[in-house]
């Protein structure tokens, strides 16, 4: 049985606080000396591999909707995009705060020659532009140019892939996890769609 209006309530504290803890943790880390030897390199590191998997987790409620037939994974959507959004604005803020030590002539010499940056950076604008529409208000005034502009996830998730792809110099375990991760995800999409299509053709 589903919980009551209380009982989701009360499970979405919990998912908040739980996705919160990477960055108690992190944080914690931080101030305690406990980030080994290059301690900013951890924390911007850390900040994105946890933008990337709650934007996994946030593309693969909608699947988990269309596999289980159950409507309560898309409660959590929003929460789960803005925790993207969140974690990618705190590893933005270390690369500019710590990694740039906020020089715009660093920022400048840096990122034009960095296509990597320069994906991160398009990556982070689509979920900025996410976050600021995530709102109900938002979602009634652009009727149904909001449902086009929020399909804007699934380029978020393939352009913070490249992001990951193209910094990586050796070792792309990692990233080919994640790829198969968001591709398999994408793949159910594909299949609702020609589905829906089919039924379209055969009325
Ligand atoms: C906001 C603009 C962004 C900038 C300027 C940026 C910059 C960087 C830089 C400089 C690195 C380290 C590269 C190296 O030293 O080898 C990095 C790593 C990374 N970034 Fe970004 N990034 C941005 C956005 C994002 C976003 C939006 C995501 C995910 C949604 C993301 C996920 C990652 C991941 C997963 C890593 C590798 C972490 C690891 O190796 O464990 N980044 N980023």
């Not at 996890?177 to 994408?186: E, S, T």
Request: hydrophobic residues 55%.
């Amino acid at each position: 049985m589903l919980p009551g209006k209380k009982g989701w309530a009360a499970i979405k504290v919990i998912v908040f606080l739980l996705s919160l803890l990477p960055f108690l943790l992190l944080t914690n880390d931080a101030f305690n000396d406990q980030l080994g030897a290059n301690p900013v390199e951890a924390l911007h590191f850390g900040f994105g591999d946890w933008a990337l998997r709650f934007l996994c987790i946030g593309l693969a409620l909608s699947p988990s909707k269309t596999i289980t037939g159950q409507n309560w994974p898309m409660r959590f959507r929003r929460m789960m995009g803005l925790y993207a959004f969140f974690y990618a604005s705190l590893h933005l803020l270390v690369f500019i705060v710590l990694d740039l030590s906020l020089s715009w002539e660093a920022f400048k010499d840096e990122v034009p020659k960095s296509p990597y940056i320069l994906m991160g950076l398009l990556t982070y604008s689509l979920l900025l532009s996410l976050a600021v529409t995530s709102t109900k208000r938002m979602q009634k005034r652009l009727g149904r140019s909001w449902i086009k502009l929020h399909k804007l996830v699934y380029v978020a998730g393939i352009t913070a892939l490249v992001h990951y792809f193209w910094l990586i110099k050796s070792d792309y375990t990692e990233p080919l996890i994640y790829a198969g991760v968001i591709a398999g995800l994408l793949a159910v999409r594909i299949v609702v769609y020609f589905r829906r299509a089919a039924k379209l053709f055969s009325l």
